[in-house]
C-alpha cells in the first residue's frame, strides 16, 4: 500500500489518500473501513439516456464517486473488495441518497474520511499497511500421495491457492513398482508447475513443504533434479529457502498443526505468523501453571490494565481484529482506549491478532481478549462466578492443546 496523501487533524478528522498494490493491501483496507465513513473511489456505473423519440440507451460510465458506507463484503480468497453505500455528492449521473457498491481495485487510489475520526488504531492499520518492511510470506505445500494444497501465508492471512490431485498407481504386486514410480513423478512435476506459476522466483520467500512420511523430502528432491535438468538458476538458488517438515496429512487443516511445530516455528522466527503464535503458546505455557500471570475475557482483562500488570517488562495484550470491526462505535472505542492505555501509557506490548490465522481463532474462543501479565494477579475474576463455568471450559480446553473442532 502507497500513503498518496494525508490530512488528518489534531482532533481526528480528516482524510488519507491510499494506493493499493497488491492483493494484501486489500485486506488492510477491509480492517480500516468502516460503516459510516465516507468513501471516495473511481467507479464504474450504468446510465440509461432517453432520446427524443422516446427509445432508451444504456452505456457504463467512469466517474468518482463519495459514498456515506452501509455494508462491505470482502472475498478472501480473490482478495477483492466490495464497499457498498448511499451517494453523498450529485454529479451530471447520479443523484443524492442513491444506493452504489465501489469495487476498490489494485492500482487505483481511494480516499477515506472516518466517520468519528482518525484513532490510534486506525492509523496504526495505515502504517503496517504501507511499511515498506512488511512481514515475509510463507508458501507452504501440505502434501500425500496423489494430494497436494498449496497455501501462502501472509501476517494476516491464510489463503489456500491450489488443490492438485492425482491418482497413483498401487505399488503392491508384481511388476506394479514402476507404474506407482511413473504415478509419483507425474504428481510431483504437476505440483511443481503449479507451484512455479504462483510463486516470484526473483523475490525468494520460505516454502513449507509438509507431509506424513518422507513425500516432502522425494518432492523436494524433484524440484532440485528438475532445475539441474533444466538449468533453472534461480529455482537451484532457492534450495536453501526449501523447510521439511512433517504433517498428519496433505488436507489443509494439517497446516496449522504443521504451523504450531517448535522446529518450524525456529525457522519462520522472522514472520509475523510466528511472532504471534509464539506470543499465544507462552499463554497458554502460563494458563497451564495457572500463576495468576495469564487471563482473558473483557472484564479480566481490562482489570489487569487497570492494575498496571500489563505494561513493561513483560505484559503482553492479544486482541482480535474482530473486535475493532465492531459497528457499536461505543465498543470499538472502548477497545481503542484500552490499547492505547497498555501501548502508550504502561509501555507494554499490543498484538492485534488476525481471525483468519490459528491463533486469531483460538484468541475468539476466549472472548477476543487475553494478556500476559508482568506480576501474577489472583483475585480478578472473584465478582464473575455467574460467567466463569464457559470460561473455564475454554480455558481447560486451550490449556489442554485443543482447538476448535477438536474433541478431548
Known sequence: MR??????????????????????????????????????????????????TGSTSSTRVHMNLAIRVTALDFDTQAAELHVSGRITEETKYTKVGQFHTLDLELNRNFTLEKKDGWDSVAKAVVREACDPVKS??????????????????????TVHRQKIELTIPKKRGTGKQ??????????????????????????????????????????????????????????LVYKSHF????SASGYMHSLDEVLRSPEVLSKLKDTKYARETK????????????????????????????????????????????????????????????????RDVEGGEVRILSGTHDSGKQLEGLGGIAAILTFPLEDIDEDEEDDGLAGRENLQSLANGQTDGETP
Open 243 to 246: 523447510i521439511i517438515a512433517h
Open 3 to 52: 500513503l498518496v496523501r494525508q490530512s488528518i487533524e489534531r482532533d481526528g478528522s480528516g482524510t488519507i489518500t491510499l494506493h493499493p498494490e497488491e492483493p494484501e493491501d486489500m485486506w488492510f483496507a477491509y480492517n480500516l473501513i468502516r460503516e459510516g465513513d465516507l468513501l471516495r473511489a473511481s467507479a464504474l456505473r450504468r446510465v440509461t439516456t432517453e432520446s427524443a
Open 279 to 342: 506470543l499465544m503458546d507462552d499463554f497458554k505455557t502460563m494458563l497451564r501453571k495457572d500463576d495468576g500471570r495469564a487471563w482473558y475475557g473483557p472484564k479480566e482483562v481490562e482489570q489487569a490494565v487497570e492494575k498496571g500488570a500489563v505494561g513493561r517488562g513483560g505484559g503482553v495484550l492479544l486482541i482480535s481484529d474482530t473486535l475493532f470491526r465492531s459497528q457499536d462505535i461505543g465498543q470499538r472505542k472502548r477497545w481503542v482506549r484500552l490499547v492505547d492505555k497498555v
Open 178 to 235: 514402476a507404474g506407482h514410480d511413473k504415478g509419483m513423478e507425474k504428481f510431483f512435476q504437476t505440483t511443481l508447475d503449479t507451484l512455479l506459476r504462483q510463486i516470484d522466483l526473483a523475490e525468494p520467500k520460505p516454502i513449507l513443504l509438509a507431509s506424513p512420511g518422507f513425500i516432502a523430502q522425494g518432492f523436494l528432491k524433484h524440484i532440485m533434479d528438475f532445475a539441474m535438468r533444466t538449468g533453472n538458476k534461480a529455482l
Open 136 to 157: 515475509a510470506d510463507v508458501w507452504a505445500v501440505v502434501m500425500q500421495e496423489g494430494l497436494a494444497n498449496i497455501a501462502i501465508l501472509t501476517g494476516h492471512r
